[in-house]
C-alpha cells in the first residue's frame, strides 16, 4: 500500500540495492539552530528570497517546508517499510476530505513545537502569524469529509497501511459571506498561493477515459468485450502527508487532479480558432474544478458522476499498478479493502469488475468473488433523497461497458433473490439495482450492498434504522452483512490542539497517554469531585471564551459577553437538523421579555452562537440564515434585553472556526428530529470540550447519553419510534402551534414582520411550512425543547455542579474517539492489522 511513485521507469538505475539506495534517508537536527538552518534554507533555495525581503507567505512557506523535511525521513521510511512488508492495506475512498489548516498538525507529529517556536523566535518571527496565513483545504461539506479526515489521521496513528484517495478540488467548499443577512457564496481559491503540503507526481498520471461504445469480439474462442471510449483525461496525482501522532508513521493521502491528455492542440491553433485549441483542455480540467456543496440532495449532475469515475478509476488502477507485474489478481482480498465512503465512489465496483474481466481477462465469477471481498461500504444518511441514482442514459453515455456490468451484477443478484424468495415480484422490484420508476436508473446504495463485504451505519440507532427501515430486504437476504461502527473524532486536533488548556489539565492529572488512548479519560471521574480541578477547569474554559472573543472580535468585528452562557449550534443548515426550533427558542425568550411577561432578570444570560452554510441550490435553508440574521439583528439592537439575549452568527463556518468555538461553548445543540441525523461528529467535540448536550435521542446522542449518564445530558423530544406513530396517526403542525401559548406567540411574532422591518412576506414561507408541512416536526418538539431548556438555565445558576457534569462528560467520552472507530472497522470490516 504504498503511494510513493511506483510506475517501473521510477525504479533508480542504481537498483536497490546499490549503498546509496539503502541508506536511510535522515531529517535535519532536531534542534533549535537545526531548524534554523533548514528554515532559511528553505526561505532562501525553495522561496529564492533572504529572510529582511521575506513576505509574510515566503515565510509562512519555508516554515511549512521546514516541517515537512522533519516528517519527510519518516514518510520514505514508513512508505518502504509498508511496500517491503506487503500487508493487507485499507484504501479510502471519498469524494470529500475536510482536513482543516495543516501547519499545526503536522508539527504535533513532529513533536517539535517548543523547537520551531524558539527557532522562529530567534529568526524575530512570531509563529501565531505563520499559522494566520494557512488557507484551510475545504475539500469536502461537512460529516462525511471531516469523518474521512479524522479516520486518515487514526490510520497514521495506529499504523495501519492506508491510503487515502479524493480529488483535488481547485475550489472547496464555498467561502460563506452575508448581505443583508443573506448568505452570498465566494469562490474558495484555497490553492492561489499554492499549498507547501502537497506533492505532484505528474510522471504517476493515470489515463482515465470517457464516452465511446463497447463491442465483443472473440478472443481465441472465448467472447469478450471491450470499451471504445470516445475521450480521455489525465489523472495527476498529488501527494499529501498524513502524519502518526509521535510514531514515526506516516501515511499518504493521494489526491487526483484533472488535466487534458494533449494541452493544446497546436494544428487547430494555427488555424487561428485559439478557443477551440484550448476547448479540450478546460473541457477535461473542468472535472478536478470543484467540489458540488451539496451535502443531502444530489443534483444528479453529469459532471458529478465523472468527478466520482475520474478518481475512483485513478484510484484502482494506481492500487494496481503498485502490484508485482506477476501479482496474481486472486490474492487481492488479501492485499486490500477499499472502503467505499457512503456512495460517492461505488463506480468502483463494475470498474474493478471491468479491469479484472476485460483487461486481466478473468472469469466473470472469480472477478466478483474477487471484488465482493475487496469492497466494504459505509452510509451516511438516512433521507432517502440523499441516497443517490443515476439515470441509465446518463451512464450508458458516459460509462458504457459499466452500465453492461452493473446490468449483469444486478440480473445474477435477482436470480439468487429469485431461488431464495421465490417468484415475489414485489419484492423481486424493491430489490432490484435498476429502478423502473420514476425512470430506468442505478440505485448505486443497492449496488453498494449487493458488491460490498460488510455495510455499516456509523451510529448504532443508525445502523439499526439501516437494517429494519432502509434495506431491511438486503438485511433479510444477506445475514451478517450488516454491522455498525460508530463514528469518532481524532483526539489530536479536537482535545489536544484545539483546547492545550484543558489538554494541559488532563495531562497533569493523569499523564499523556490519553491523546492515543481516549479511554483513558475515564480515570478523569474522581477528579470531577475534587473542587480544585472544578475551579482549573472552570478557568480554562473562562480562558477558551476569551479567546475565542479575540477571534471573532479580530474576525468579525463583534465581541462576546462575559458571564453569558455560550450555546452553539454549528453544523450545515438543512431542515432535519432544526436550526428552526434553536430560533424558536430564542424568539420565545426575547417575547417573553420584551412583551413583559418575563422579567429581563429572570433571564439567565445567553449568547446564541450559530455557524452554518447552506448549499447554494437549497432555497428554504438559505431562507432560514436569512431569518436567524435577522432575529439576531433585532435582538442585538434591542435594549430591553440588553446582557441577557446575544445572538452571533460568524459566517463562513468551518473547521478552524470550529477548532476555536468548541472549546469555548457551554452548551451543545444537537437537536435534528429523531430518526433523522445518521450519527453527528459535532455532538462529540463538543462533549470532549466539556460542553452539556443538549438533543434528541438520535444518532451518537443516544451512545453519548448513555455514557455519560441522564444527569449530564438534557435529553427532549420523542424517539424515533414515537416519531413514526405520530407520523402515522398523522401529523397537524397547526394543532401543536394552537395547544402551545408560547409556540403561537414566537410564531406570530416572525409572521408579524417584526423582524423583517414589519414586512410580512419574507419569512412567510417558512412560518407557513411549520405550520401546514413541518416535515421535521419542530412544532410537535416544542413545548418538551422549552421545558428542557428551562432545566438548563436552572442547571447552569449552579456553575459548580455544571462543571462537575461537563468535567463527567469529558471523562466518559473517550469512546468517540476516531482511533476506535479505526480499531472497529479493522476488527468487523477490514482485518488489517497494524503494520509494527
Ligand atoms: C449530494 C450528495 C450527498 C449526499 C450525502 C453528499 C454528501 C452526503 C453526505 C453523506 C452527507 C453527510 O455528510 N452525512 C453526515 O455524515 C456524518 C459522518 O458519518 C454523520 O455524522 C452525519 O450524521 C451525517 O449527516
Redesign the pocket.
Known amino acids: 500500500m504504498t503511494a510513493t511513485d511506483h510506475t517501473p521507469e521510477s525504479a533508480h538505475p542504481l537498483g536497490a540495492t546499490h549503498p546509496l539506495a539503502l541508506a536511510p534517508v535522515t531529517g535535519p537536527a532536531s534542534s533549535v539552530d537545526g531548524f534554523v538552518r533548514q528554515f532559511l534554507r528553505n526561505l532562501n533555495y525553495e522561496r529564492g528570497v533572504p529572510l529582511s525581503a521575506s513576505t509574510p507567505n515566503d515565510r509562512y512557506m519555508a516554515f511549512a517546508m521546514t516541517v515537512r523535511d522533519y516528517l519527510m525521513a519518516r514518510w520514505l521510511e514508513d512508505q518502504k517499510r509498508q511496500r517491503e512488508a506487503q500487508a493487507k492495506g485499507v484504501a479510502y475512498l471519498s469524494a470529500e476530505y475536510l482536513l482543516g489548516r495543516q501547519l499545526d498538525n503536522n508539527l504535533l507529529a513532529t513533536g517539535l513545537s517548543e523547537i520551531a517556536t524558539a527557532a522562529m523566535e530567534t529568526c524575530g518571527i512570531d509563529i501565531d502569524d505563520l499559522r494566520a496565513q494557512e488557507v484551510e483545504p475545504g475539500l469536502g461539506?461537512?460529516?462525511?469529509?471531516r469523518?474521512a479526515a479524522c479516520f486518515i489521521d487514526s490510520l497514521a496513528t495506529l499504523g495501519v497501511p492506508n491510503t487515502g484517495y479524493g480529488i483535488r478540488y481547485e475550489y472547496g467548499i464555498f467561502r460563506q459571506t452575508f448581505e443583508d443577512g443573506q448568505q452570498v457564496e465566494q469562490p474558495d481559491s484555497w490553492l492561489r498561493l499554492g499549498s507547501p503540503w502537497e506533492f505532484p507526481h505528474p510522471e504517476a498520471a493515470r489515463t482515465i477515459s470517457f464516452g465511446g461504445h463497447t463491442e465483443t469480439y472473440d478472443d481465441e474462442g472465448t467472447e469478450r468485450s471491450r470499451w471504445v471510449p470516445a475521450w480521455n483525461v489525465l489523472a495527476v496525482p498529488y501527494n499529501y502527508m498524513v502524519p502518526g501522532y509521535l510514531n514515526g508513521r506516516v501515511n499518504t493521502l493521494r489526491l487526483w487532479s484533472a488535466k487534458a491528455t494533449n494541452s493544446f492542440d497546436l494544428r487547430v491553433f494555427n488555424s487561428g480558432d485559439y478557443e477551440e485549441a484550448v476547448r479540450s483542455q478546460t473541457f477535461a480540467e473542468n472535472i478536478s474544478k470543484v467540489l458540488?456543496p451539496?451535502?443531502?440532495?444530489?443534483q444528479g449532475k453529469e459532471l458529478r458522476l465523472q468527478q466520482q469515475y475520474f478518481f475512483v478509476a485513478a484510484s484502482i488502477g494506481d492500487f494496481l499498478a503498485s502490484l508485482p507485474a506477476d501479482f496474481d489478481p486472486a490474492n487481492l482480498p488479501d492485499r486490500i479493502i477499499f472502503q467505499l465512503n457512503?456512495t460517492?465512489p461505488v463506480i468502483g465496483v463494475p470498474e474493478l469488475m471491468r479491469v479484472l474481466v476485460d483487461e486481466k481477462k478473468m472469469a466473470w465469477e472469480d472477478a466478483w468473488g474477487i471484488t465482493q471481498k475487496c469492497f466494504a461500504y459505509t452510509c451516511?444518511?438516512l433521507l432517502p433523497e440523499?441516497l443517490?441514482v443515476w439515470s441509465v442514459d446518463l451512464l450508458g453515455r458516459l460509462l458504457p461497458r459499466h452500465l453492461e456490468i452493473i446490468y449483469r451484477i444486478n440480473d445474477e443478484f435477482l436470480v439468487e433473490v429469485r431461488e431464495r424468495f421465490g417468484d415475489d415480484e414485489m419484492r423481486i422490484r424493491n430489490m432490484s439495482i435498476i429502478s423502473e420508476f420514476p425512470d430506468r436508473s442505478v440505485r448505486m446504495a443497492f449496488l453498494a450492498t449487493v458488491a460490498g463485504a460488510k455495510v455499516n451505519g456509523?451510529a448504532e440507532l443508525h445502523s439499526q434504522l439501516l437494517r429494519e427501515k432502509v434495506l431491511p430486504d438486503f438485511n433479510e437476504f444477506y445475514p451478517g452483512k450488516f454491522t455498525n461502527v460508530t463514528?469518532g473524532v481524532t483526539p489530536r486536533r479536537f482535545v489536544r490542539l484545539s483546547n492545550p488548556g484543558l489538554s494541559t489539565l488532563i495531562t497533569e492529572a493523569i499523564g499523556p497517554g490519553w491523546v492515543t488512548d481516549l479511554e483513558r479519560l475515564r480515570e478523569l471521574e474522581t477528579y470531577a469531585e475534587d473542587t480544585q480541578f472544578r475551579d482549573a477547569f472552570a478557568q480554562v474554559k473562562a480562558a477558551n471564551k476569551r479567546r475565542l472573543g479575540d477571534v471573532l472580535r479580530a474576525r468579525d468585528g463583534v465581541e462576546i459577553s462575559d458571564g453569558h452562557m455560550l450555546d452553539v449550534m454549528v453544523k450545515r443548515l438543512h431542515e432535519y437538523k432544526r436550526q428552526m426550533l434553536k430560533l424558536l427558542h430564542i424568539v420565545t425568550e426575547y417575547e417573553g421579555i420584551v412583551s413583559g411577561r418575563v422579567a429581563a432578570s429572570d433571564v439567565q444570560p445567553r449568547t446564541f452562537v450559530f455557524g452554518a452554510k447552506a448549499a447554494p441550490g437549497y432555497v428554504m435553508a438559505k431562507r432560514i440564515i436569512h431569518l436567524i440574521n435577522a432575529v439576531g439583528s433585532v435582538v442585538n439592537d434591542d435594549p430591553r434585553v440588553e446582557g441577557r439575549l446575544k445572538v452571533l452568527f460568524p459566517p463562513n463556518y468551518n473547521v478552524t472556526l470550529a477548532e476555536r468555538l468548541i472549546p469555548a461553548a457551554d452548551l451543545s445543540e444537537q437537536i435534528s428530529l429523531a430518526g433523522k441525523?445518521?450519527?453527528?461528529?459535532g455532538n462529540m467535540k463538543f462533549a470532549l470540550n466539556g460542553a452539556l448536550t443538549i438533543g434528541t435521542d438520535d444518532?451518537a446522542n443516544v451512545e453519548i447519553r448513555e455514557l455519560v449518564g441522564d444527569d449530564n445530558f438534557f435529553l427532549f423530544g420523542m424517539s424515533e419510534p414515537e416519531v413514526e406513530a405520530l407520523w402515522a396517526r398523522g401529523y397537524k403542525p397547526a394543532e401543536f402551534y394552537q395547544a402551545d401559548d408560547g409556540l403561537r406567540r414566537a410564531m406570530d411574532l416572525i409572521a408579524s414582520g417584526a423582524f423583517s422591518g414589519g414586512d410580512k412576506t419574507v419569512f412567510e414561507p417558512i412560518v407557513s411550512n411549520l405550520l401546514y408541512d413541518d416535515r421535521f416536526m419542530v412544532l410537535a418538539d416544542y413545548s418538551s425543547y422549552i421545558a428542557e431548556q428551562a432545566k438548563v438555565d436552572a442547571a447552569y445558576a449552579d456553575q459548580d455542579a455544571w462543571t462537575r457534569s461537563a468535567i463527567l462528560n469529558v471523562a466518559r467520552c473517550g469512546f468517540f474517539s476516531s482511533d476506535r472507530s479505526m480499531r472497529d472497522y479493522i476488527e468487523r470490516i477490514w482485518h488489517t492489522p497494524p503494520v509494527i
Do not use: F, I, K, M
Not at 451539496?294 to 444530489?298: A, F, G, K, R, V
Open positions: 461539506n461537512g460529516g462525511l469529509g469523518l458540488y451539496e451535502d443531502s440532495t444530489p457512503d460517492h451516511h444518511t440523499a443517490e456509523v463514528n441525523e445518521a450519527s453527528g461528529t444518532g
